[in-house]
């Protein structure tokens, strides 16, 4: 289980009203990565993510990039403590 690590992500740009949400979703399950990812009020996406390290940075760089109609402007990532019982990825 030390392996395991979590992290928080803001990505800021044009992330709302172009899939960016399912496609974080998409990207984390293939990867065998579980949280969540959820709209703010504010225009950003946020969520947190958790997996092995390999899988996260992945993940990172996807968020970085964002599906095609997506333009991230900043993408600022936390570390945080892993949580034990979670087996999926919602968005």
Not at 7 to 26: E, M
Not at 67 to 80: C, I, N, S
Not at 84 to 91: H, P, Q, R, V
């Amino acid at each position: 289980m030390s392996n395991l690590k979590r992290i928080s992500f803001t990505v800021y740009g044009t992330v709302q009203g172009v899939g960016f949400r399912d496609f974080v979703q998409r990207r984390a399950a293939s990867y065998g990565v579980t949280g969540y990812v959820k709209n703010t009020s504010t225009g950003e996406v946020t969520g947190e993510a958790q997996g092995d390290r390999d899988s996260l940075k992945k993940l990172k760089a996807d968020l970085n990039n964002g599906p095609r109609a997506a333009h991230v402007v900043k993408l600022v990532t936390k570390d945080l403590d892993p949580k034990e019982g979670e087996s999926s990825f919602d968005a």
